[in-house]
């Protein structure tokens, strides 16, 4: 179906020792010959052999960089076309300039998402595998990458499949049984239906409570830190970062915005959001304000809260602010009260203060962000909350919000079907939930889709995949 | 020597179900028509089951009667008995079947048909069929010499097409009920580069109904029940049918002698009794079952021809007799006429449009079994579609074509000429995405307009119809705004019939929606109620109860109408696309279909392969 050859770096843009210059459609191999110089000629190269040689500015003859050169031939690759992959040794500018000579020997720019649309036209990948593939790329650690791994083999196409041939199996009666008169001891009814329904309910309910497991391994787990000005939650938020990357200083309130950083911990990707001071009174000025109500708007989406107590401030007014914030947020989301600058005011008088606050999933833990005392046991703590994930390895994961509506659209249909079942609704009438709910998700696996949905999912994506 | 014979405007070629519904159309349309019969006593023949109707089949009887067809009314005027089926189970397989009085229903469609005017009954077979010399016309060939010219001409051989019966171990050269086969016309048609596949399938015995113990049997008598027409005035039941069983013994015999089964290939394809099967099929393919139905069935009023339904055979003669006396009640049967299975020509019907004219051929139709369907009610559907299509080509009009959200006519047509028939194809509910909308009692709404369109509906049936629908949405709008009384004798009603107490004020609607109640139940709530005819009161009562489930199915046909209206170009190179399985690019190149919806159905084009032809029309859309 291409007639153009696409091209572009896929390795990040950034220094590091080799850049990777990407080719793929029917012209791939010619292109590369008219920049590549090695002994034979690349053409004469075999197929998925690596080649070293110069990249040579055919307009001069200069010698541009000297390379290694990939040759993979379709349609056993990624993308079902021929492949050239450059490895270039030279830095940021050196790639470029390679690319620009790729480009001027007749490939077309890459874009956003190409690649891989290639490969899933080309029926590399189906939908699923293709949506896993982008999480991949945008991965930022290991349990993510491992995770889109695993679905791009297929684990939700598996599992989707199988609970699709289930609901096939109850339509199936459902037809048996309402086109033919003849089979009247074939009793099968509408009871029946919300029975049978019941495990691919089931089924789907499993995957739809992954939709959130998903997303903590896919976009990190939220953690947002908050306390009263000056607490110290920047200065714990640097030290998590190794590195001064938050606004640290001793006039309360310096950090007016919420503050987000993304970090690896234990091979998961855990974001801390710092948040504005939690300051009431008057004496707010206006951007002040508005940062206090970013911090709010983040702690209704956080995967945990941590509130810090400055055990050198006012400990009576935390500890009823620590003590409502475990009320407000306490029921749906596990919070963390740590007692910092312990090693300026007292270990044990931290420890009995926060004896005395109460909530449902709390955990107390005395810290020092300034040396770092108690910072392992905070790591063990937010650590617990991603390692459930591990229960999901193995199988079928939703990492999408489009996953995710489509599944629950369907165990909407199916509860109704089942209601509708345990009333007496006949088959014919009921019938017409489950396949609605077949239509979600068929919607999910691509046997229907439109083609926005198709532009939108790959051009969200990044170039050179 | 050939002799031109006249010219007129459509030729039909067979007077069977479809024959006779594609003449009559294009002759009430205004085209002048010949309508050819290769024996004048055999017009609207019912060469199997003396009935019409049946699960999916009414559903079929109801839209041609819908469209202005003549099959409803003629099945009205000749029953002899009527049920309705399903009861039990929804509204969307509720489907009248009817007895039929087979020698007057024929005598009562020959007659309409000799007295349509434009329309001419001719007997005589049809040996040639070949374009004229300008390309413009088609000539259809008697044996006799005769060469009529016609521009458009519609095929409707039916089982006569190359026929032959088939009795265990004999074979011969026939159409049914010992008629004459059509031979030639098949030949022309090859000519033609038509492709032609061969189908069987099968008929019971007829027995003396002097031989038949009904004792032993149960007895089934009709109901009290709507006409299939909309212009009927009522029904008729005059006579019962009996139900009796198969059982170990019957079926011992069989297997004993499947052997001999010229029509059971001991291969078991497809999955579930996807079609009407022969009794050795039924043993066969389900040998859990212990015992099957068997029907007793009236020819007429005027016989004592016997019909045993569900023992459809091509077993020899005598194991069909001692099968048959293996039954309770058959035990000293005398069979009249022996069960056969019969073979005929058919085309491959990927090769029509949805209009079911040749994709290749200009002005040729082809309608019922030719195109491989099975049953009289699908031959009708097809006929009307083919007859009426043939017409407005004749007068220079847009096309007329029934989709699958629209009526089962549009689910047999398309399935025809999208997935094809690798079997005779028999219309089912199943067949259908969206059945709660293709209700046997809406037909009239879905397509009276389209018949009124097409010219087929007189303004006195159109106002009638405008005046029903109008009926039906008043009485649902008032019971969705009438609110249930609170007193003392409501509560008591509810307590008698063992359901939960409504809520104070709840709608006369809500209430109806119980799955226990009825429309007739709570009318004892209903003091403002009108008096309604019984078919408004029947829709009226489905519309508001499964209103939810209705709506749920009206949000999946505008999905399917979105990707419906995703065209793809005649142009598309499917074999040279890349990524197309190969499958599915072959399909797609024989097909050709018209939507993308349609290509998302064909047997063998995948997921994937849709996601390339999405693609593929991005990519044309980007290069615009």
Known sequence: MHNTTIAAIATSLGTSGISIIKLSGCEAFAICDRLFVCPGGFLSKAPNTITYGKIVDPATGETVDKVLVSKMQAPRTYTGEDVVEINCHGGMLVTRRVLQLVLNAGALPAEPGEFTKRAFMNNKMDLLEAEATMDLIGAKADKAAKVAIQQMEGALSKELGQLADSLANVCAKIDLSTDFDELDSFDYG????????????????????????????????????????????????????????????????????????????????????????????????????????????????????????????????????????????????????????????????????????????????????????????????????????????????????????????????????????????????LYTEISSGVQALNELTGRYIDMEAIDKMFSSYCVGK | MEYSAGKVDVIVVGAGHAGCEAALAAARMGCQTILFTINMDAVANLPCNPSIGGTGKGHLVREVDALGGEMGKAADANMIQIRMLNRGKGPAVFSLRAQIDRRRYQEHMKQVVEQTPNLLLRQGEIIDLRRTEDGEAWECVTPTGGVYTAKAVVLTTGTYLAGSIIVGEYKQTSGPDGIHAAIGLSDAMRKLGITLFRFKTGTPCRVSRRSVDFSKMEIQEGEDVEPFSYESKGVTNSASCYLTWTNENTHNIIRENIGRSPLYSGKISGIGPRYCPSIEDKVMRFPDRLRHQVFIEPLGMNTEEMYVQGMSSSLPEEVQLQMLRSIEGLENVEVMRTGYAIEYDCIDSLQLRSTLEFKKHKGLFSAGQINGSSGYEEAAAQGIVAGINAALQVQGREPMTVDRSEGYIGVLIDDLVTTGADEPYRIMTSRSEYRLLLRQDNADARLTPKGREAGLISDERWNAFLEKQELIQQEMDRLEAAHLGTGAKFQEFFDERGTARPQNGTTLANLLRRPELTYKDIEVFDKKRPDLPQNVQNEVEIRVKYSGYIKNQQEQVEAFKKNQQIRLPEDMDYINMSGLSKEGATKLDKIRPETLEQANRITGVRPADISVLLIELARRKGQK
């Open chain 1, 190 to 429: 509408p009871q029946n239906v919300a029975r049978e329904l019941g495990p691919v309910r089931e089924g789907l309910k499993r995957l739809a409570g992954t939709f959130d497991s998903g997303r903590k391994i896919r976009d990190g787990l939220l953690v947002v830190i908050c306390g009263r000005p000056n607490a110290g939650k920047s200065s714990l938020l640097n030290r998590m970062l190794g590195e001064e990357r938050a606004i640290v200083t001793d006039i309360p309130g310096t950090t007016r915005d919420t503050v987000e950083e993304a970090i690896s911990l234990g091979g998961y990707m855990v974001r801390f959001v710092d948040t504005a001071g939690l300051r009431q009174g008057d004496s707010l000025d206006p951007v002040e304000k508005i940062g206090i109500d970013r911090a709010y708007a983040k702690m209704e989406s956080a995967d945990m809260i941590i509130y810090m107590i400055d055990m050198c401030g006012d400990l009576d007014k935390q500890v009823q602010e620590a003590q409502e914030m475990c009320q407000k947020y306490g029921e749906n989301t596990p919070m963390v009260i740590v007692a910092n600058k312990v090693d300026m005011c007292g270990e044990e008088e931290a420890i009995k203060l926060l004896n005395n606050i109460q909530g449902a999933q709390l955990t107390s833990i005395t810290l020092s962000a300034l040396n770092g005392l108690g910072l392992d046991k905070l790591q063990d703590v937010i650590l617990k909350q991603c390692a459930t994930e591990d229960d999901l390895m193995g199988q079928g994961i939703l990492v999408n919000e489009r996953q995710k509506q489509l599944v629950q659209r369907a165990i909407a249909h199916l509860d109704r079907a089942v209601i509708a079942g345990n009333a007496g609704i006949p088959l014919d009438v």
